[in-house]
């Protein structure tokens, strides 16, 4: 993949382009949708986000219109100011693979495809997809048969498995990138209340840096996007310094949208 400038939104903040009103395409390498799954999903009861100084917590329960809403609606998803990356979703091994065969005849139209590899495996009690290798590589090898030639990139958690085991699989099944992190399962107290949800935001940049350096150290030549805690220009060095390819912006599009323009004329020609 060859983004100019390096730089993506990630999956879930940005909605399906809605914030190409906000900011300019020219500083926006790619536009990562929000995950769909086979069925349409109605998302949690609100509120869904409850935005910190150094986190935000967010349970939108994967709220999305559905696999074949956007067949219907290819050309509404298929952004034309930017490339589009979709993202894929699924509650079960069975999901994953249906989803793939019903966009394999459209995939052509986006830059790539990123599986997103968080979600719970509903079948096995709500556990991470990625807690059974077995099955998870089934998905893998499954994926990359029905979409020949896409650019395939997994999103990993850090939950489920060490992403240095997980990564070699996805290399091992001829895929093409990775997407690290995603939100971490968190808990808050609110007004003596517990609220859960995936963490996102400034705390999860170590954990996302750590996650990229171990995953480097083993594999040389992944493309790798950066997912956690990116708002500032030193966060996008300490990124590349541990190995990014490309990096994304989610949580920070809520603090400022001018951020992407700020990141992306620093990345702009930088080629990784
Ligand atoms: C409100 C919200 C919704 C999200 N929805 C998705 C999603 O649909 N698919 C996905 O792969 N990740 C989703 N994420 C995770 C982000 O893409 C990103 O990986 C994570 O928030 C860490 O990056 P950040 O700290 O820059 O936000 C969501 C995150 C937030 C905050």
Not at 199 to 220: D, F, H, N, Q
Request: proline share 5%.
């Amino acid at each position: 993949m060859n983004l100019n400038p390096p730089l993506v939104i990630a999956s879930g903040p940005g909605g399906s382009g809605e914030y190409l009103r906000l900011i300019n395409p020219k500083y926006v390498g790619a536009y990562t949708l929000k995950t769909i799954t086979l069925n349409p999903k109605p998302g949690n009861k609100t509120k869904r986000m409850e935005n910190l100084e150094n986190y935000i917590i967010n349970s939108i329960g994967l709220e999305n219109p559905g696999i074949e809403y956007v067949i219907s609606n290819i050309d509404k998803f298929v952004l034309k100011e930017t490339k589009t990356i979709l993202s894929l979703g699924g509650d079960s091994k069975d999901e994953y693979i249906k989803i793939a065969e019903k966009i394999a005849p459209h995939a052509k139209k986006f830059e790539a495809i990123e599986f997103n590899f968080s979600c719970p495996n509903v079948k096995k009690g709500g556990l991470s997809i990625l807690s059974d290798l077995n099955e998870w590589q089934e998905i893998l090898e499954n994926v990359r048969k029905i979409l020949p030639d896409s650019f395939l990139m997994a999103k990993l958690s850090i939950e489920g498995n060490f992403v240095e085991i997980l990564s070699r699989k996805v290399k091992e099944f001829g895929w093409n990138g990775l997407t690290l992190i995603n939100c971490v399962r968190g808990l808050l107290i609110k007004d003596g209340k517990i609220v859960t949800g995936g963490l996102s935001g400034p705390i999860l940049k170590p954990i996302a840096l750590r996650a990229i350096y171990e995953v480097r150290k083993v594999l040389k030549d992944i493309y790798i996007i950066a997912s956690g805690g990116i708002y500032t220009k030193k966060d996008v060095d300490d990124f590349l310094l541990v190995g990014t390819n490309a990096i994304s912006i989610g949580s920070a599009l809520f603090k400022d949208p001018q951020v992407v323009e700020e990141l992306g004329k620093y990345l702009k020609g930088v080629k990784r």
